[in-house]
Structure formats: C-alpha cells, structure tokens
C-alpha cells in the first residue's frame, strides 16, 4: 500500500515569493492534516480537513496561509507571501476516521531566504 | 506550561539496552496515546496507539498509560541501531475531533 505522497520534498525560496505544497492521501483516507513542524519540535496541527471539507482550521495564519482539498482526494497548502519564520517543516498526513491512527508523509522542507 | 512535556535528550544507550521514553500532560481529558518514531529528514510513523489506561505490547515495544498520573511510556527492549530515532508522543481527547497533541520528541542513540 502507498503511504502519503508529498511534492516537493525541499524548497528553497526568497522571502515574499509565494510557495505551494501538494499532498496525496492513503487511497481511501477520509482525513487529511497539515502539520508545521519546527527544528527540535513536535508537530503542529495547521488545518483538518474532513473529505472536501476544513472542519478545523483554527491554527492556520489565514493572512498568508491558504489550502484547499478538491474531491475529497489530494490537498494543496500555500504560502502567499512567505516570510523568514515561515521556515520548517510541512507535514501531510492522512487517516481512515477521526479516529483512527495518523500516517504521515515525509513532509516538505521549505526554507525561506 | 506546555499541554504536553516531553524530555528532549538526547539519550544514548548501549545495544541491547531497556530503553523507557515518557510524557507527562495536563489534560484530564487526553483519552488516545501514540507513540511515533521519526527518522532524520523523514515523516513521523506510527509505533503503538492506545486508548485510556494500561499497557499494550508489539514486538520488542511495549506502551503504558496512567492516567490517573497522567503518565505515558514507551519501553525498547533489545534495543537496536535501527532504533536510533527521535521519537513523540502523541495524544487526543475524542475521536470526533482527532487533533494531536505532540511532545518535542526525545532522539534516541543505540550505540552498537
């Protein structure tokens, strides 16, 4: 079975520039996540989305911060503009249900010049 | 105070070592507890997921809870180079909100 896809897997940038991130799910997960993780940090839920649906999005920086899941299927994270402390790392993960166990992908590594 | 307190590390041990890793929360209403195992420029995997308190074993891992301490772990046995990590524990109140709460992670050196 494939794991989570994510593209791309590094990203340099300057700051401002705008950054987008993809991400495929487990074929037959309902739920997706967004993580930020930071250097020597645990994950940090950005946004959920339930199918086609954001049902908790209340971390995201909604000025800059943007994501969308059309179909229900894979989902896209951007950036517009990036800033210097936006560098980190950016998980998707995936699950069955709510309430099921977390699969992760193996995360986009943005660095913002 | 942090929702969940995770020590850091770095912790080395020789192989073939018992290795305990733990947590502690502050939320009473934490019900589900994971443990992850994130390799150097890799996604976090999933070891063990457990619900409320007790223990649950696989393998050479074997995951506590004590709720009423509000207390997990993570046991190694037979520790192995492979097992050089860092690893996060991970927890959520209910299924209908799945949101997860991370430690910082504690790496972990098997030293062969």
Known sequence: EAGVVQSPRYKIIEKKQPVAFWCNPISGHNTLYWYLQNLGQGPELLIRYENEEAVDDSQLPKDRFSAERLKGVDSTLKIQPAELGDSAVYLCASSLDPGSGQYFGPGTRLLVL | ?112
């Not at chain 2, 507890?33 to 409320?52: A, D």
């Not at chain 2, 709720?67 to 037979?78: G, W």
């Open chain 2, 1 to 112: 105070q942090k929702e969940v307190e995770q020590d850091p590390g770095p912790l080395s041990v020789p192989e073939g070592a018992i290795v305990s890793l733990n947590c502690t929360y502050s939320n009473s209403a934490f019900q589900y507890f994971m443990w992850y195992r994130q390799y150097s420029r890799k996604g976090p995997e999933l070891l063990m997921y457990t619900y409320s308190s007790g223990n649950k074993e696989d393998g050479r891992f074997t995951a506590q809870v004590d709720k009423s301490s509000k207390y997990i772990s993570l046991f190694i046995r037979d520790s192995q180079p492979s097992d050089s990590a860092t690893y996060l524990c991970a927890m959520s109140a209910r299924t209908g909100a799945n949101n997860l709460f991370f430690g910082t992670g504690t790496r972990l050196t098997v030293i062969p």
